[in-house]
């Protein structure tokens, strides 16, 4: 899906905030229609370039997939649907970073993640298009918490 300019602008802003304020409820309804309008890899996109702007101003070692973790932990707090699906996208990057760390907490993460909404987010990813294997992760992440669901 292409990003016009308004949609880069938004898509800017959000990440901007969102990265310096998870919680801001404008930032994370704003981040909910961008997701369903189909932009979700792009705010990704924007929230790691605005992690490296934030760290490159301070003194910060840690890899920018780690940081931004701690930041969609904090959105996930505000808003699952969001940080659920900006957490699923940062998974596959973080495997192809070579981010082992991030990698492995996320696969954690989705092993503990329940909630309204979180199944159909998954299966909102796995209809976009992912790798096979990513696709199977996500289908098992997805069963797992419909079964915690119904046990609850």
Do not use: F
């Amino acid at each position: 899906m292409t990003v016009d300019a308004t949609d880069d602008a938004l898509l800017r802003m959000v990440a901007c905030t969102l990265v310096s304020a998870p919680a801001d409820v404008d930032a994370l309804t704003s981040a909910e229609r961008l997701i369903a309008d189909g932009h979700g890899k792009a705010l990704l996109s924007m929230l790691m370039d605005e992690r490296k702007l934030k760290q490159a101003s301070g003194s910060n070692d840690k890899p920018v997939s780690s940081s931004l973790m701690a930041v969609l932990e904090q959105i996930v707090e505000g808003n699952a649907r969001v940080g659920t699906s900006l957490m699923a996208r940062l998974y596959p990057l973080a495997a192809k970073l070579q981010d082992h760390t991030v990698y492995n907490a996320i696969e954690l993460w989705m092993d503990h993640i329940s909630g309204a909404g979180v199944p159909e987010v998954l299966s909102m990813l796995i209809r976009e298009g992912v790798r096979p294997s990513v696709r199977v992760r996500y289908q098992e992440r997805m069963r797992a918490i419909q079964l915690r669901t119904l046990q609850r």
